[in-house]
């Protein structure tokens, strides 16, 4: 798409009166993205959707300045602006009701990343929905599936990182613009998946967070997903915002059960009971999108296994010990060992990626 191109395009998701229908309606009315602004009135309310006020919005447009120094911003910044013909495009993102125009975008979207798969959950988790979430992740990503999720605080969060730790690639979807990531602890983590991925959003670069933006930005997550995986979600969690979608656009819904005593498995719980499909492993989810798989052809680099860690027995002692989460001194307790070997044993079973410490206690990272 040439520069002249993408400032008409720019220009049409700058007037608030135009809907996203109705601005796709118009792109494939029209031969190019410049005959729309060249049309008269009259030919552009032959367009389903689109009255006399509108036309006029349009052929009065005259924000050109602003919309040269978007450019700009995304160029200095190294946003790239995709519009919905293109190819980087998502596929299955152009299939949905009312796909964005343009995107925005640090990173690279690539072919196998069009057939992705969503991972969603609440924000609060407990110590089994982030296990169950890092075993499903990494194992997805292990099979060369690109993971989508949202960069929200918890199980969001650890859906990415657990795609980056099997060396797999992971799409996050922001609420807001490029230059507000949100949660603002989660920059790190934004540079880090831009590098193996991408981070998109349909807000222009300096929007802040708004609570209306996140249903929006749930559509796109389970919109350029083949499924959507619901490892742990509370009744009014967010995630069951992106299952609606899921449902609505037609596409696969899965979802983990938990301890029905649990608050944190009242939605998944729920989406299993009205249907969704149960998820014991992740092979429940390859039975369910196997016929995408093919597809993707060489783009997709299957591996029939997680890689397995070496591990000596000393090492396979200690990790046998985590059947939960434990700290130092309840280790040493059931391990026999003295403090100083232990700690030796741990920081290499962290570093061979197997277990994690988080607020003082260890524990394994995959069941």
């Known amino acids: ?14 007037i608030k ?26 030919e552009l309310i032959n367009v389903e959707g689109l009255n006399n006020e509108k036309a006029k919005k349009i052929k009065n447009f005259n924000q050109w300045k602003n919309l040269d120094k978007l450019i700009m911003k995304c160029e200095k910044n190294n946003i790239k602006i995709l519009h919905i013909k293109e190819k980087q ?3 299955l993102l152009k299939e949905i009701y009312d796909p964005p125009p343009v995107i925005f975008c640090k990173g690279s979207i690539e072919t196998y990343d069009h057939f992705g798969i969503a991972i ?8 089994y929905g982030r296990k169950v979430t890092e075993k ?15 960069l929200a605080r918890g199980i969001d969060s650890i859906a990415h990182s657990s795609a980056l730790s099997s060396n797999g690639r992971t799409i996050a979807v922001l609420g807001s613009g490029l230059l507000n990531i949100y ?6 983590l934004a540079e880090k998946i831009s590098q193996h991925g ?6 222009y670069p300096d929007e802040p967070p708004k609570k209306e933006n996140f249903p929006r930005r749930n559509r796109i997550i389970s919109g350029m997903s083949i499924g959507t995986v619901i490892t742990e979600a509370a009744e009014k969690s967010g995630a069951l915002i992106t299952a609606s979608y899921a449902l609505e656009q037609g596409r696969e819904i899965f979802a983990v059960p938990g301890n029905i005593t649990s608050k944190n498995s009242e939605g998944t719980n729920f989406l299993i009971k009205k249907g969704a499909k149960i998820v014991q492993s992740v092979d429940d989810i390859l039975e369910e999108i196997k016929n995408f798989i093919p597809s993707l052809k060489d783009s997709v680099k299957r591996q029939n296994n997680i890689p397995k860690v070496d591990l000596n027995e000393e090492e396979n ?3 046998n010990m985590l059947d939960e989460p434990l700290v130092l001194d309840e280790i040493v307790v059931k391990t026999n060992m003295n403090v100083a070997k232990l700690l030796d044993i741990l920081l290499r079973l962290e570093i061979k990626g197997v277990i994690l410490k988080k607020e003082g206690k260890y524990s394994r990272r995959f069941w």
């Open 89 to 91: 495009y998502p596929q």
């Open 183 to 188: 949660p603002p602890e989660n920059k790190a």
């Open 317 to 319: 002692t200690v990790l």
């Open 198 to 203: 991408a981070v998109i959003t349909e807000f």
């Open 136 to 150: 499903i992740a990494y194992e997805l990503s292990s099979y060369g599936l690109t993971i989508v999720s949202g």
């Open 120 to 127: 969603v959950g609440s924000r609060k988790y407990s110590e």
């Open 17 to 42: 009166e135009l809907s996203n229908g109705l601005i796709n309606r118009l792109l494939q009315k029209f031969n190019s993205v410049q005959d729309i602004f060249y049309a008269d009135e009259t």
């Open 1 to 14: 798409m040439n520069d002249e191109a993408l400032r008409f395009i720019l220009a049409l998701t700058k």
